[in-house]
């Protein structure tokens, strides 16, 4: 089956280079020639926008400056939901798992138009009474793995709500929420947060399915063909992006991986796994792509294990028991934050695997965010 597919994708025209997604047609996307004028957080542009699957709640659209991995200033979205009601109210930035390469694949979009899985619990969150935030954690070239900009975005996404006058959330407290992919960038923005944006009033992070180490689990993989290939794969598409003149794949790939890189360019998530099912690393890269100085280099400016930061408020991690993704590398990542000083509850899901072990998982999580907002102290199993 795999020789198959492989022979499906040498049938594709092979690009070199970095392959940046399809241009967002709507100009609302579109950075300002003076965006650099612009401090990290401050909102740009804003527009409501309808939203029947959020029932009487009031939903803007946000575009503010961000940063990106080279410093360099960045436009980016987030989708601010605000329930009906009055008062003060507390703020949950939520990082759902888009892991894509296309721009239409962005929470912005996916939120309205049925493909984003995790909308419909959204409202849970809202039935609290609380707003919540959920930023284009990938940013404008939709950089799947740049997790440490994932982590600079949703911060600057918390920061643009609560400067965003009409939402009056400027006293909100801030919490975080995230899964799988959406959790590397919640992980990167509660280490990066105390010198990032100090003065975030985050009271607690809710992560879980964390890939803590994106290039170990690639290896980890190894030759070995994989149902989720594709997303590992997907990962080096969008650090070449986001890395230009450094990531560079085009001496690394074989006439498949050139093929595979074409293909997935624009797609969504489950479009990436269903191209990537069943192929493997030494299909489609050449030999000693791995041991690349610069290639590893940016895989630890991405990883939670790798970067030396810690949080600075409490957190919330859940794993499946069987989960796809290494626990251990997860534990040994939560450990490290323990020993710092943080106060960290880590929840093992018995038997769950990577898909399995969403749901108790969250359900978790919003008590414990709950709890937090409350001004409760935060549990530990450390």
Not at 13 to 31: E, L, Q, S, W
Not at 85 to 98: E, H, K, N, T, W
Not at 211 to 237: D, S, Y
């Given at each position: 089956?795999?020789?198959?597919?492989?022979?499906?994708?040498?049938?594709?025209?092979?690009?070199?280079?970095?392959?940046?997604?399809?241009?967002?047609?709507?100009?609302?996307?579109?950075?300002?020639?003076?965006?650099?004028?612009?401090?990290?957080?401050?909102?740009?542009?804003?527009?409501?926008?309808?939203?029947?699957?959020?029932?009487?709640?009031?939903?803007?659209?946000?575009?503010?400056?961000?940063?990106?991995?080279?410093?360099?200033?960045?436009?980016?979205?987030?989708?601010?939901?605000?329930?009906?009601?009055?008062?003060?109210?507390?703020?949950?930035?939520?990082?759902?798992?888009?892991?894509?390469?296309?721009?239409?694949?962005?929470?912005?979009?996916?939120?309205?138009?049925?493909?984003?899985?995790?909308?419909?619990?959204?409202?849970?969150?809202?039935?609290?009474?609380?707003?919540?935030?959920?930023?284009?954690?990938?940013?404008?070239?939709?950089?799947?793995?740049?997790?440490?900009?994932?982590?600079?975005?949703?911060?600057?996404?918390?920061?643009?709500?609560?400067?965003?006058?009409?939402?009056?959330?400027?006293?909100?407290?801030?919490?975080?929420?995230?899964?799988?992919?959406?959790?590397?960038?919640?992980?990167?923005?509660?280490?990066?947060?105390?010198?990032?944006?100090?003065?975030?009033?985050?009271?607690?992070?809710?992560?879980?399915?964390?890939?803590?180490?994106?290039?170990?689990?690639?290896?980890q993989v190894g030759n070995t063909p994989h149902p989720l290939f594709g997303l590992g794969f997907a990962v080096a598409v969008g650090l070449e992006r986001e890395y230009p003149g450094q990531m560079d794949l085009d001496?690394?790939?074989?006439?498949?991986?050139?093929?595979?890189?074409?293909?997935?360019?624009?797609?969504?998530?489950?479009?990436?796994?269903?191209?990537?099912?069943?192929?493997?690393?030494?299909?489609?890269?050449?030999?000693?792509?791995?041991?690349?100085?610069?290639?590893?280099?940016?895989?630890?400016?991405?990883?939670?294990?790798?970067?030396?930061?810690?949080?600075?408020?409490?957190?919330?991690?859940?794993?499946?028991?069987?989960?796809?993704?290494?626990?251990?590398?997860?534990?040994?990542?939560?450990?490290?934050y323990c020993a710092s000083g943080a106060r960290v509850q880590f929840d093992v899901i018995p038997g769950a695997d990577h898909g399995t072990a969403i749901f108790p998982g969250a359900a978790n999580a919003a008590g414990?965010?709950?709890?937090?907002?409350?001004?409760?102290?935060?549990?530990?199993?450390?």
């Amino acid at each position: 089956m795999a020789t198959a597919l492989a022979s499906g994708l040498n049938a594709i025209p092979a690009a070199h280079g970095a392959i940046y997604p399809i241009p967002d047609p709507d100009g609302f996307y579109a950075p300002p020639g003076n965006l650099g004028d612009y401090a990290p957080g401050d909102v740009i542009n804003s527009r409501v926008v309808p939203a029947p699957g959020f029932p009487g709640a009031t939903v803007w659209q946000l575009l503010f400056r961000s940063t990106n991995s080279a410093a360099a200033p960045i436009a980016a979205v987030t989708t601010l939901i605000v329930p009906p009601g009055g008062g003060a109210r507390p703020l949950v930035s939520y990082q759902p798992f888009v892991n894509s390469l296309g721009l239409q694949c962005a929470p912005s979009h996916s939120l309205f138009d049925g493909t984003l899985q995790e909308a419909p619990a959204l409202n849970l969150l809202l039935a609290r009474g609380w707003a919540v935030a959920v930023p284009d954690h990938l940013g404008p070239t939709s950089a799947y793995g740049a997790a440490r900009m994932g982590g600079q975005i949703t911060l600057d996404g918390i920061r643009a709500a609560k400067r965003f006058a009409p939402a009056g959330l400027g006293g909100s407290p801030v919490g975080l929420a995230g899964y799988s992919g959406g959790a590397m960038s919640t992980g990167f923005a509660a280490v990066l947060a105390p010198e990032y944006a100090p003065e975030l009033p985050l009271v607690g992070v809710a992560m879980g399915g964390v890939p803590v180490n994106p290039g170990k689990l690639a290896l980890q993989v190894g030759n070995t063909p994989h149902p989720l290939f594709g997303l590992g794969f997907a990962v080096a598409v969008g650090l070449e992006r986001e890395y230009p003149g450094q990531m560079d794949l085009d001496d690394g790939l074989s006439p498949a991986g050139f093929a595979l890189r074409s293909q997935i360019a624009n797609a969504c998530v489950q479009e990436i796994i269903n191209a990537g099912a069943g192929h493997s690393i030494g299909e489609m890269f050449r030999p000693g792509m791995e041991a690349d100085a610069t290639n590893i280099r940016i895989l630890h400016d991405n990883s939670l294990e790798i970067h030396p930061g810690v949080p600075r408020v409490p957190v919330y991690q859940w794993h499946g028991g069987s989960d796809q993704v290494p626990l251990d590398l997860a534990q040994r990542t939560a450990g490290r934050y323990c020993a710092s000083g943080a106060r960290v509850q880590f929840d093992v899901i018995p038997g769950a695997d990577h898909g399995t072990a969403i749901f108790p998982g969250a359900a978790n999580a919003a008590g414990y965010l709950s709890d937090r907002f409350a001004g409760i102290p935060a549990p530990s199993n450390c």
